[in-house]
C-alpha cells in the first residue's frame, strides 16, 4: 500500500511543524505502508535544523516542485524589527504595516502559499497517471495544501485524508488578523469543503474532533508524541532551580501570573533567589520581555535562541521544571503544544499554565505528570512552586508519569496506519 503525503514542512525545516510527519513516515514501512512525500523545492522556512534530514529513512520517494511565495515580496517593504511569524504579529504596526497585514490576510486566501495549488495539481496528476497511490494524505497548516489534495480525489476519486496538526479558523492568531467579513467567510467555506469531501479527518485533540464532527463522521484523533526511549533519573540535572520553557512565546503565550509569582517568592526569599534559573529557549515577543523585567526577573532568564532538536532535549532533560504555556485565546480549551509530549519523555515536573478543562489539562491529568494552573490562580501556583522548591532542595524533586507509552511515535503510527487500511 502507498500514500502520498502532500506536506510544506520537511526537513531541513525545524520546529515543530516538520516532527509529526517526519516521524509518521519514520514508521510507516513497518506496518505496510510505502510513504512517498510530496513537498517544496524552494521553501521559505523560519527555523531550519539541517540534523533532521538523518533521521528521513533510506530509499523513500520524495518529490518536489518549486513554489512562489508573496511573503518574499511582502518582506521587502517590512520594517526591520517586524517579525515575520504568523505568531508574532506586530502589536502597534505603523499604517504602511497595517496596509501589509491586510494584504496577507485578504488577497492570499486560505494562506500566502496558494500560489503552490495550480502547479502542484498539475504536477501530482501527472504522477498520479503513472504511478499507483492508494491513498493521498495532507497535513496543515498551511491549509492550502488540503485544496491541492481536494482537486485531486476529484480528479482521480482516490481516497483522502486531511491532517489538521492545528485547527484552521480557530488557530490562535486567527482573531488577530485584519479579516474582512467577506474573507472570512472565504475561510470558513473552504475550511468546511476540505472537512467534508475528506474520506477521513486527523486532528490532534478532542476538542478539534467535536468541532469538526458536524461536518464529517470518520474524524480520529492521533496525537503528537515523543519517539526514542523515555529519560531515566540517571541523567545530571541542573544545580539550580531551572524551569525551561521550550518554543515560540509570544504575547498570547505570556504566562504573566507566573512572573509576579516568582517574582514575588524572590522578594520574599534571599535563598530561592539565589536558585533561581529561567531558561526561554525559541523566540520570545518583546511583551513577554517587559513581563519579566517589570517583575523583575531579567537577570534570572537566559534567552537561548533556536537550537538542533537533539539540543533541545538535553534542555528539557536536565531541567528541574518544565514549563508549558497555553495561549490565552477563545479557541484555548483546544489547544495541545507538542511541546507536551516531548516533556512527558524526559520525564521532569511539568508546570502548565491554560485551562483546566482544557484538552492538555486532560493529557497532564491521564500521566500524572505535573500540575497545571487557570490564568489566575494566584496562590495555588504559588504554593505548588514552593513545594516544588523545597523537593529541590531535598534532591527529591522528580515526576512518575503513567500511561505515557501510547504517545510513543510508533504506537501513534500504528493508529494511523489502522485508520488508513480501514479506509479500503
Known sequence: M??????????????SGVQRWLKFVKYLRDFGIEPIVYTVKNPNYAIEDISLENEIPQGIAILKQPIWEPNDLLSFFKSSKQQTSAGFLNPNPSFFEQKLQAIRANYFIPDARKFWIKPSVKFLGKYLKHNKIDVIISTGPPHSVHLIANALQKKFAIKWIADFRDPWTDIDYFHQLPLSKKSKQIHYKLEKEVVQSADAILVVGKTMKENYRQFNKNIHVVSN???????????????????THIGLMNADRNPKILWKVLGEICNESKEFRADLKINLVGKIANEVKISLQKNGLTSFVHFIDYVPHQEVKKHQNTSQLLLLVVNNVPSKKGIITGKIFEYLQANRPILAIGPEDGDLSEIIYETQSGKIFDYSEYFKLKEQLLF??????????HITSINTEQ??????????????????
Open 2 to 15: 502507498k500514500a502520498l503525503i502532500i506536506t510544506y514542512y520537511w526537513p531541513p525545516s525545524g520546529g
Open 225 to 243: 508524541g515523543f519517539d526514542g526511549d523515555l529519560s531515566t533519573n540517571e541523567i545530571n540535572l541542573d544545580n539550580k532551580f531551572t524551569i
Open 388 to 397: 516544588w522548591y523545597q523537593q529541590y532542595k531535598l534532591n527529591n524533586l
Open 407 to 424: 504517545y510513543h511515535r510508533k504506537n501513534l503510527t500504528q493508529e494511523l496506519s489502522i485508520i488508513i487500511k480501514n479506509l479500503f
